[in-house]
């Protein structure tokens, strides 16, 4: 087992304490170590992508003001019901995309830790975008790709179930809920510790709050169905 310091987490490790799961090799995850300027700056880009709203944008282009149609939300779900599905697809790209990219800005400027939380900060973006009067969508496509990044295995199968579930039940939803509700444990499972998981965690319970309303419904049987998936 890796030896835990207060100043470091190296995976295997969780909060100086070894962990029951085996150690998985990679670099230690910087806690208190990382330039403060570096990682402010790397924080406010993946904020800046997270802003950038292709729900709203792909409709636009079409002449369609997203906010009046179907639930009113900019998400890829309400846009393959109202514009269609090459428009709900490229919404769905975009969003994992700067979800992505934005993990990769933290993850290669400053470290793993700070990767996480730029992925946290995109899903705030998305949700409260600087760009589009901090009206934005729920999070999970970005959420998705802040993990494909982070862990691309688990990012890529998180995908694949999203898209499975609603397959099946025509319920986008449900099958955002479910990806959130195992997204930390996922992370956990492939020997992420410490802060990074906490950034995870924050970045899933921001999600699951923004589907307060999708709950609401499902629980009284009127959530919107996705058809044509």
Not at 5 to 17: M, P
Not at 140 to 157: H, K, Q, Y
Not at 168 to 177: C, D, H, M, R, Y
Request: charged share 15%.
């Amino acid at each position: 087992m890796p030896e835990c310091s207060e100043d470091t987490v190296t995976r295997g490790c969780f909060l100086g304490h070894p962990s029951l799961l085996p150690a998985v090799p990679g670099r230690a995850v910087p806690l208190l170590d990382s330039d403060p300027l570096e990682t402010f700056v790397a924080l406010a880009a993946a904020y800046l992508l997270g802003s950038i709203d292709f729900g709203v944008i792909v409709p636009r282009l079409a002449g369609i003001d997203i906010y009046t149609r179907g639930s009113g939300n900019p998400g890829a779900s309400n846009v393959l019901r109202s514009v269609g599905r090459k428009a709900g697809a490229a919404v769905m790209v975009g969003d994992v995309v700067k979800g992505m990219l934005a993990a990769a800005v933290g993850d290669f400027w400053v470290g793993e830790a700070v990767g996480f939380a730029c992925g946290l900060a995109a899903v705030v973006g998305h949700v409260f975008p600087l760009w589009h009067r901090f009206r934005g969508g729920r999070g999970v496509a970005a959420a998705i790709g802040a993990a494909i990044w982070l862990e691309p295995w688990f990012g890529l199968g998180t995908a694949l179930v999203w898209v499975g579930i609603v397959a099946v039940t025509k319920t986008a939803s449900v099958a955002s809920l479910v990806a959130m509700v195992a997204y930390v444990p996922g992370f956990a499972l492939f020997g992420h510790r410490g802060w990074s998981l906490v950034w995870a965690a924050v970045a899933a319970l921001l999600v699951i709050w923004r589907h307060a309303p999708n709950i609401r419904r499902l629980l009284g049987g009127s959530e919107q169905t996705v058809e044509g998936i």
